[in-house]
């Protein structure tokens, strides 16, 4: 079976790049809450257009919901997911398992696909995604041949793999490094790759990159992917520019449809369009060790070459091409009429004017043809077309043009109209039990404005928090009375409820204890 190929498309023009050279899906980021936010990613308008351009050119559009979400965060995020469903988005790929409940429960639908940020790694995990409404699941980065065989086999939906790209030091979305050190969180979209830093052990660090891994290539493991079941191969880089994204999506486009693996100069390419010290493909052979760092310096010079030739190509937007068939009929005394049909089952038909008698040459069907074949500058090109023209007939070549013009943007409409699909009523939340005598968690926030004035309510309820302390010079009363919430009073500026046990974690850290 050969496997989907899932590009990245960090702007428009990448989209544009990755769907010239032979993707056959792309992931792209919308809004707020997508694990690349330093991505130049979509506007709204861009949103739309992009659905329209790889629809009409047969390539499916994924949008990543993939970061975790607030609980204040879960309505916008929800609504994002509504109108990307109603513009016709082809799944959703979500890390949030509170934010897939939710989407699963609202947006039956909706495909979802288990983000890579999950860190499913087992046929356990994937099984048990998959029960929940999962479509699709992509597997962890670090995931060996025999880990994803064994998923394939036990697994109810299909299975994706990362083929190509950056490799995190941690299992992805578990790394805490970028949020501990720069209050960037990588499950936040908002990464700033600590990992590729020099760090030494007890001295200097110099010229050492203990944490920086070499990118992953599986460019020579395809053939196996597809005999295993892999449903989809990814490559990464939503973060890379356009011509990068256009070089490795053509080698792997042709490798998948020629079912080999590279030759010497494909390889050289895909490490001239970036590489960190050359390629990895350890974790998929279940092994690991010091020959899986490398570096890439930061003055490294683009392959000026590649990347220009790569970007002429993708320019002239002719290279994706969706081949349909035409007949056209001119009779007598009747509307000529155009079918234009493609390959996924869409057939549309229009009329235009009623033929005159010939003054002086008439109609051919050849002639008629050969206007009908003129589709330079769409997405479309002709593979057959059949004529039926009654003999003494005339129709201008104006007439023709645009005839041909009505039936491929009503083509286009049909392949891109967005699918009707159910939205549902949000589910309420459940009524919250105060009368526990221990608190089933805590709430801990960094910062008071973190705590709203509805927040400061339900604090300030008898049994429902058991004591407000501060760090040193923090003065409750003073802070609570900025900010415009409720007064608890109590001794020395710290109000007191119904239990006594202690709230407060630490300097600058408060902790609500939620009954």
Sequence with gaps: MRPELL??????????????????????GWGAFNARRGAKNFSDEEFAAALAYCHERGVRVFLTLNTLVTD?????????AVQAGRLGVDAVLVQDWGLF???????????????????????????????????????ARECSAEDTRTICENCPVEVEVFAHGALCMCYSGQCEMS?????RSGNRGRC??????PYGVNAP?????????????????????????????????RMKRPEYVAVITRIYARLLEEGRGPTADERAELEQAFSRSGFTDWYWQGKHGAAMFGTRPENAPDPKDLFEEARRAYERDSLRTVPVDLSCSVSAGVPCT?????????????????????????????ELEARLRKTGGTAYRCDTVVTLVDEGLSLSASA???????????LTAARTAPPKRRELPVPPLPEADCTAEAPRLTISVARLEQLSPPCWSWAARPGSISRWKRSPGWNLSREKARSGAPFCPGSGGTGTSLRSAPCWSGPGLWALPVF
């Design 192 to 197: 700033a790759q600590p990992c590729r830093l």
């Design 205 to 237: 660090a110099k010229k050492a990159y203990p944490l920086s891994l070499k990118d992953s290539c599986l460019a020579g493991r395809l053939e196996e992917m597809g005999a295993m079941g892999v449903s989809c191969v990814k490559l990464e880089g």
């Design 101 to 139: 409940g939710l989407l699963r429960r609202t947006l039956p639908d909706l495909p979802l696909h288990a983000s890579t940020q999950m860190s499913l790694f087992t046929s356990g995990g994937a099984r048990e995604i998959a029960a929940d409404g999962c479509e699709r699941v992509v597997i």
């Design 179 to 183: 949020a501990l050190i720069g209050g």
């Design 338 to 366: 155009l079918t234009v049909s493609d390959r996924d089952g869409h057939s549309v038909t229009v009329t235009g004017p009623v033929p005159e008698a010939a003054r002086t040459r008439a109609l051919d069907g050849l």
């Design 400 to 410: 023709v043009n645009a005839l041909r013009r009505d039936a491929l943007a009503a």
């Design 72 to 80: 204040r965060e879960l309505p916008q995020a929800l609504e994002t």
């Design 7 to 28: 590009a990245p498309a960090g702007s428009p023009e990448a989209l544009r790049a990755a769907v010239q050279n032979g993707a056959d899906a792309v992931y792209l």
